[in-house]
């Protein structure tokens, strides 16, 4: 088994994107950027929560090297943009973790002026820890309706 093949096997973000660029269908992901993919999260208690995942497997920031990092952050704010504009919440909430998966990917969080706890972490928050609800096919098609509509509004004033 070659590394790339060890990769897959052991990330569960190199196995997203390699399902997905074998046409394996993701009912999660939303559209694929140059530097990366993004994918509606899993826990929808923050309508409009999305993740942009890095195309290639690294795990920090300073592992890519200055042409893609700058491309990488760059339609990261965009996506950002673009989910703002979507759903209009309150705030923005961007982070970069990995502490649990180690892959280059962005929580890209809408607040909204509804928020139980607006000034804490969501990771803070139970209720969105604990939150298991399932959308439907039609709930998360309408989500990524959305968001591929105000994606091609981006791309056509070439924002990404």
């Known amino acids: 088994m070659n590394s790339n093949n060890l990769r897959v096997n052991e990330c569960r973000f190199c196995k997203e994107i390699n399902d997905i660029s074998q046409n394996i269908i993701d009912p999660f992901f939303v559209i694929k950027l140059k530097t990366g993919y993004v994918s509606l999260g899993h826990n929808q208690y923050y309508k409009g929560y999305c993740q942009f995942i890095s195309n290639i497997h690294a795990s920090e920031l300073h592992e890519l090297d200055n042409e893609l990092k700058k491309q990488f952050l760059i339609e990261m704010s965009y996506v950002g943009e673009v989910i703002y504009r979507a759903f209009t919440p309150q705030k923005l909430n961007l ?20 928020d139980i706890l607006p000034t ?39 924002r990404l």
């Open 95 to 114: 982070e970069l973790l990995g502490n649990t998966h180690s892959h280059l990917h962005w929580h890209i969080i809408p607040r909204y002026k509804n």
């Open 120 to 158: 804490i972490p969501v990771w803070n928050n139970p209720e969105f820890l604990m939150n298991k609800a399932q959308l439907s096919k039609f709930e998360l098609d309408s989500l990524k309706k959305i968001l591929l509509k105000y994606f091609s509004k981006a791309l056509k004033r070439k």
